[in-house]
């Protein structure tokens, strides 16, 4: 008990009030419930596309302790990069306003497809990582180095990027 609430019970005890209890008058006692009808508007339900599209910037990289942390081969779902990997690796960083965590529709290990970079990285993607919290609605796909100087290191914007729903598989019961 703090030393507030003692003083206040102290100076100011708590009173009882004793006084005969009520009765009710003869007709509200003899009332019976009936039932009510209530009109209530039900709002109509908007039927969710079965692949959410969200426009975004895309970029290239790969992992080197500039372009990421101190640990660059290992992912934040903890997943590890492979030494020869490539862009046919097909994982996708994503900014953090995308992710389940921070409110966005994704989740990591999620398969989305990627439209609108090149014919050599347009796809389907797993995520893997996450980029870096001052990025907002932009994706980041893996490459390798050399992949880059060759021409595929770039930004571009206006990139549609699918949630692929996964597919259902048959079984008896």
Not at 14 to 19: A, D, L, Q, V
Request: with cysteine; glycine share 6%.
């Amino acid at each position: 008990m703090s030393i507030a609430l003692f003083l206040l019970t102290f100076l100011f005890p708590p009173r009882t009030i004793s006084s005969p209890a009520l009765a009710l008058p003869s007709t509200v006692a003899s009332l019976s419930p009936r039932a009510v009808a209530v009109a209530v508007p039900v709002p109509a339900v908007k039927k969710l596309p079965k692949t959410l599209s969200y426009t975004v910037t895309a970029t290239t990289y790969w992992p080197e302790p500039g372009q990421t942390d101190d640990a660059p081969m290992e992912t934040a779902d903890g997943s590890i990069i492979p030494t020869r990997h490539s862009s046919r690796t097909r994982w996708l960083a994503v900014s953090r306003d995308l992710l389940e965590g921070w409110g966005g529709p994704f989740r990591y290990g999620e398969t989305v497809q990627v439209r609108g970079i090149s014919e050599a990285l347009d796809g389907d993607y797993i995520i893997h990582d996450t980029m870096n919290r001052r990025h907002r609605h932009c994706v980041d796909v893996l490459v390798n180095e050399r992949e880059c100087k060759a021409g595929l290191e770039g930004r571009w914007s206006k990139i549609k990027l699918s949630k692929i729903t996964p597919k259902q598989i048959w079984q008896a019961s």
